[in-house]
């Protein structure tokens, strides 16, 4: 069974600071994993997603995301965020079979002006 | 190129009332999905279908049915609400591990 644990459910953060978001997962196989952000009042959209080769990876808005097989990990980075970051994100695992996927709880991340 | 949607947007019910949510997807995915959403717990997956003429039980299938209808087409019915179903419910579709959502509904049980 595949799991998602997203420790912090917000992180506030200053307009333009950095700012990281937590994901570890855990998986009794190999592991696709992924980003994904969702504003006000709208469905979810992908982020970022690492299904192998680089471990760092780089997504839309600035965003990027590093896998640590050993530390069971994928933390979401930005070196600057804006106000219009201001969303919640979720970490998600898939073990590829039928394509199913296990979302983390979300953390809201709160960008102070 | 609508992507997914979902009718309706918003609906109450009284509890013990049936309602069927549609979702639709132009981009002629295989595999489908329907979710919850509540406060604090993420997205839990109620039914997929693999494909046309499969579904599967997800994490949280109680009290929900689903027909994939054709390959663009999959509903989710409720036959008998509960308060416990109050939540936002999102349909999605995939193609290359990557899903794609509709706008979701918001659904209300009173």
């Known amino acids: 069974a595949q799991s998602v644990t997203q420790l912090d459910s917000q992180v506030p953060v200053f307009e333009e600071a950095p700012v990281e978001l937590r994901c570890n997962y855990s998986?009794?196989?190999?592991?696709?994993l992924f980003w994904y952000v969702q504003y006000p009042n709208q469905g979810l959209q992908l982020l970022l997603k690492?299904?192998?080769?680089?471990?760092l990876v780089k997504g839309i808005n600035g965003f990027e995301a590093e896998f640590n097989k050993s530390q069971t990990s994928f933390h979401l980075r930005k070196p600057s965020v804006h106000i219009s970051d201001t969303a919640e994100y979720f970490c998600?695992?898939?073990?590829?079979?039928?394509?199913?996927?296990?979302f983390g709880t979300g953390t809201k991340l709160q960008v102070i002006p | 190129n609508a992507g997914v949607t979902q009718t309706p947007k918003f609906q109450v019910l009284k509890t013990g009332q049936s309602m069927t949510l549609q979702c639709a997807q132009d981009?002629?995915?295989?595999?489908m999905y329907w979710y919850r959403q509540d406060p604090g717990m993420g997205l839990r997956l109620i039914y997929y279908?693999?494909?046309?003429?499969?579904?599967d039980k997800g994490e949280v299938p109680n009290g929900y049915n689903v027909s994939r209808l054709n390959k663009r087409e999959f509903s989710l019915r409720l036959e008998s609400a509960a308060p416990s179903q109050t939540s936002v419910y999102f349909c999605?579709?995939?193609?290359?591990?990557?899903?794609?959502f509709g706008p979701g509904t918001r659904l209300t049980v009173t």
């Open positions: 998600a695992v898939s073990d590829g079979g039928y394509q199913k996927v296990t």
């Open positions: 690492y299904l192998s080769g680089s471990t």
């Open positions: 279908s693999a494909s046309e003429g499969t579904t």
């Open positions: 998986s009794s196989v190999s592991v696709y």
């Open positions: 981009m002629n995915h295989n595999s």
């Open positions: 999605a579709s995939s193609a290359f591990y990557e899903q794609y």
